[in-house]
């Protein structure tokens, strides 16, 4: 199974601030990363995909990079409505696997 | 535009079997797509349970694969899971979820992009 490591496992930070969230994976993955964000009592909702790619829908102040193990999130103006719990996700094999989530918090 | 939606008992005895119901509306589970299950203990992060295709093919988590069993019901326009000698630990939310297709020679699509509101299921006597 390929293992996905999130750090940190949470952060407190204040409007407008920079965040940056990082998701590494045991092995190689390629492009095939996607950046969900879950609020309290709701379902995932998918921010960024292969890699870097931003859903149709989301603000550009949320941007992805990276390849193989090593990946990034970054949320460039921190906002109200963006406290909440993100999760890393590999689709490159079976079992997909998710990483254990970075809780973003208000300071 | 796709929804899903969890349906099944809330409450289930210990040992007892775990049966549960995605109805899709707005797509037919027919065309090209994979339909899965993940799930996600109070307080804690996200498993990836398990997926059916649209052909019927269906892929396990190894971890749960003894005890887990997904189909599909055409006519319906349904998938479902069943897990089996449940315990407590197996209490969570239910998400039932799409992903989407591969094409171009890549399958960066292939995320879960659609997912349903998530369904409590608590293990206890």
């Known amino acids: 199974d390929i293992q996905m490591t999130q750090s940190p496992s949470s952060v407190s930070a204040s409007v407008g601030d920079r965040v940056t969230i990082t998701c590494r994976a045991s092995?190689?993955?390629?492009?095939?990363l996607v950046w969900f964000q879950q609020k309290p009592g709701k379902a995932p909702k998918s921010l960024i995909y292969a890699a870097s790619s931003l859903q149709s829908g989301v603000p550009s102040k949320f941007s992805g990079s990276g390849s193989g193990t090593d990946f990034t999130l970054t949320i460039s103006s921190l906002q109200p409505e963006d406290f909440a719990t993100y999760y890393c996700?590999?689709?490159?094999?079976?079992?997909?696997?998710f990483g254990g989530g970075t809780k973003v918090e208000i300071k | 535009q796709v929804q899903l939606q969890e349906s099944g008992p809330g409450l289930v005895k210990p040992s007892g079997t775990l049966s549960l119901t995605c109805d899709v509306s707005?797509?037919?589970?027919?065309?090209?797509?994979?339909w899965g299950w993940v799930r996600q203990p109070p307080g804690k992060g996200l498993e990836w349970i398990a997926e059916?295709?649209?052909?019927?093919?269906?892929k396990y988590n190894p971890s749960l694969k003894s005890r887990v069993t997904v189909s599909m019901d055409m006519s319906r326009n349904q998938f479902s899971l069943t897990v089996n000698s449940v315990t407590a630990a197996d209490t969570a939310v239910y998400y039932c979820?799409?992903?989407?297709?591969?094409?171009?020679?890549?399958?960066?699509?292939?995320?879960?992009?659609?997912w349903g509101q998530g369904l409590l299921v608590t293990v206890s006597s």
């Open positions: 092995q190689g993955i390629g492009y095939y």
């Open positions: 979820a799409r992903r989407g297709n591969c094409g171009g020679g890549n399958c960066y699509l292939n995320y879960f992009e659609h």
């Open positions: 059916i295709s649209h052909s019927g093919d269906t």
């Open positions: 707005g797509y037919s589970i027919s065309i090209i797509n994979w």
């Open positions: 996700q590999q689709y490159q094999s079976y079992p997909l696997t």
